[in-house]
């Protein structure tokens, strides 16, 4: 009779946080009595002009961890004064958590080995056809153009002061986290407006979700480097399917298998127009560089 008991009020409480969920605010809340003023007053409000500090941050940090799917349909649905802005969210949000990791992680990490491989070779395993050789070709100049976005990772790979100027520039945007909210936030954005378009949604819409998913991201990212204590500062892409899976059932009312569908595609067109952008660096690269001689 207890363990009815209890797993009624258990299911109740599920019903309860699902309702809340789908709404964003509890219907059955009273509303708070006025409590006569004390001490505390005196620091009441000094934090609402600091985003990370106020109300609508820690609204938004909330939802986007409980309820983040429905946050977004509520957002581009028009409930704007409670959230925090999209954009805003993002830069707030990834400071913070650049912070914290520099905070664990004082030492610079060791480079990266590049990702490199035998011309050579690669020209001898694929056949002497002029489509195979555009294959190759193609390949050349987006491993170029890789290496080009990540020089500050790869030193090895400098070889002009050109170079050294551009990997020590991009050493110091990624130590402050703008390739997340510039870079990754420009190709799913992209990549939502191409695989969302049956939805007929404004590209505001897509950019809004775009910057409040990054911002998700950027939370469990802050929860990696805590609990590994500045070891680990990223997650798996497996993990970021997960939790957009998640946003996709809750934002489209869609279900898991449409949303696998459309998380499935949306990474493969983020891997698309990143490899169209590296393609298109490498080869101003190399006609610069003909121009140049």
Known sequence: MRSNRKFHAWDVRWRAFRIWQNLGFNPWKQPKEVRKKGSKDFYKGAFDSIPFLNDDAKRTFVHLLLRPGYMIRDYIRGRHEIYLAPLTSLIVFYAFFALVSSVLQPIKEVPKKPLSFDQEKLSETIPDTRGA???????????????????????????????????????????????????????????????????????????????????????????????????????????????LVVDYHQWLNEGWKKSIRLTISTGIMWVVMYGAVLLAISSLTVLLALFMR
Request: hydrophobic share 55%; charged share 15%.
């Open 133 to 243: 050789q555009l294959v190759r070709n193609t390949v050349i100049i987006v491993h170029r153009g890789w290496n080009l976005l990540h020089l500050d990772q790869y030193p090895e790979e400098v070889d002009t002061q050109h170079e050294a100027s551009l990997a020590a520039l991009e050493g110091a945007l990624r130590s402050q986290g703008i390739p997340l909210f510039l870079g990754d936030f420009f190709f799913l954005w992209l990549s939502m407006g191409v695989v969302l378009r049956r939805y007929k949604m404004r590209p505001s819409a897509h950019a809004a979700a775009a910057a409040y998913i990054l911002c998700q991201f950027s939370f469990f990212m802050l929860f990696a480097v805590l609990i590994s204590w500045g070891k680990k500062s990223s997650i798996d892409a497996f993990l970021m399917g997960i939790l």
